[in-house]
Nanobody
Framework: VQLQASGGGVVQAGDSLRLSCAASGRTFSNYVMAWFRQAPGKEREFVAAISRSGVMTFYADFVKGRFTISRDNAKNTVYLQMNSLKPEDTAVHYC????????????????WGQGTLVTVSS
């Protein structure tokens, strides 16, 4: 499956952004979807994941209550709504697809988008 992330940009602390990731090539609803991020000089880290149907989600502790992952299987798209952004949220954000639900590790994800940069100024 091919993944194309978009929606990044430069915002101020406290602002909101919605990232999108459009999938093509295979049946989108067969895949668990997730968002990861990578800040400069740091390892790529898990942000959020959503089950195939969209019923189940889980998040990294640092985004709970601020970010919401969702998906629209009719549009082959997964979203990440980010509210109350902080400067430490500055990173390249990647969407990823897996066949197994519940993992926070990059190795469990088979397909990756190219990333979209989110910059939060203080």
């Amino acid at each position: 499956v091919q993944l194309q992330a978009s929606g990044g940009g430069v915002v101020q602390a406290g602002d909101s952004l919605r990232l999108s990731c459009a999938a093509s090539g295979r049946t989108f609803s067969n895949y668990v979807m997730a968002w990861f991020r990578q800040a400069p000089g740091k390892e790529r880290e898990f942000v959020a994941a959503i089950s195939r149907s969209g019923v189940m989600t889980f998040y990294a502790d640092f985004v709970k209550g601020r970010f919401t992952i969702s998906r629209d299987n009719a549009k082959n798209t997964v979203y990440l709504q980010m509210n109350s952004l902080k400067p430490e949220d500055t990173a390249v954000h990647y969407c990823a697809a897996a066949t197994v639900y519940g993992s926070r590790t990059t190795g469990s994800y088979d397909y990756w988008g190219q990333g979209t940069l989110v910059t939060v100024s203080s």
